[in-house]
């Protein structure tokens, strides 16, 4: 079974600290790895897409990593705001099928992150 | 581009009754999606249309949730009857390709459903 798992649940940080939030997938034949960014009632905003061939990927303050090897991904907020707090949820986009085409993406259950002032 | 539409946005039922959410995928895009996201938890897969064949729905409640996708575009998920756990947010993507690293999936807005 295909499983992603994001660690911690939930965290709580001061404004300005940098923070790490943990992926781990079962699956070293991923394809790529994508972070998302949920702000309650809304939908899912894509932040970061890691491709398998990648090891990282910046934007801004974000940092994410992956090492397939060890079936991880790392996102790495800088200097934290008030205005980061939301739910961030990684999905590893997996083979599925061995007999034809077809890829699945898998979400971890996301950390919830709040940021205060 | 235009972004994946879906509608409706919102939608109250008791349970027991019968609901449909629609999905217009991104043009050209020949893989479409419908995720379950429940409350406090990521999305789950329930079917995967490649054009409009199933390429997976190993996670779709058969008994009472149903989807098509008619000539490969739109999509509607049916859920009838509904219960109260199927409350939740649907979640509709569309990709360009079905395999392979340059597979990135767009997500709708989604629908809510609240199950009295």
């Known amino acids: 079974k295909q499983e992603v798992t994001q660690i911690p649940a939930a965290l709580s940080v001061p404004e300005g600290e940098n923070l790490v939030l943990n992926c781990s997938f079962t699956?070293?034949?991923?394809?790529?790895l994508q972070w998302f960014r949920q702000d309650p009632g809304k939908g899912l905003t894509s932040l970061l897409l890691i491709q398998s061939s990648q090891r990282e990927q910046t934007s801004g303050r974000l940092n994410a990593s992956l090492d397939k090897s060890s079936g991880r991904s790392t996102l790495y907020i800088a200097a934290s705001q008030p205005g980061d707090s939301a739910t961030y949820l990684c999905?590893?986009?997996?083979?599925?099928?061995?007999?034809?085409?077809?890829?699945?993406?898998?979400f971890g259950e996301g950390t919830q992150l709040t940021v205060n002032p | 581009e235009a972004g994946v539409a879906q509608s409706p946005r919102y939608k109250i039922i008791e349970k027991r009754q019968s609901v449909a959410f629609w999905c217009n995928p991104i043009?050209?895009?020949?893989?479409l999606y419908w995720y379950q996201q429940i409350l406090g938890q990521g999305p789950k897969l329930l079917i995967q249309f490649q054009n409009n064949g199933v390429v997976d729905d190993s996670q779709l409640p058969k008994d009472r949730f149903s989807a098509e996708r008619l000539k490969g575009v739109d999509s509607t998920l049916k859920i009838q009857p509904a219960k109260l756990e199927d409350s939740a947010v649907y979640l509709c993507a569309s990709s360009h390709e079905s395999r392979g690293e340059a597979n990135v999936l767009t997500f709708g807005a989604g629908s809510r459903l609240t199950v009295l």
């Open positions: 999905a590893a986009l997996l083979p599925f099928g061995w007999a034809t085409s077809g890829s699945r993406l898998t």
């Open positions: 699956d070293s034949a991923i394809y790529n």
């Open positions: 043009s050209g895009h020949a893989t």
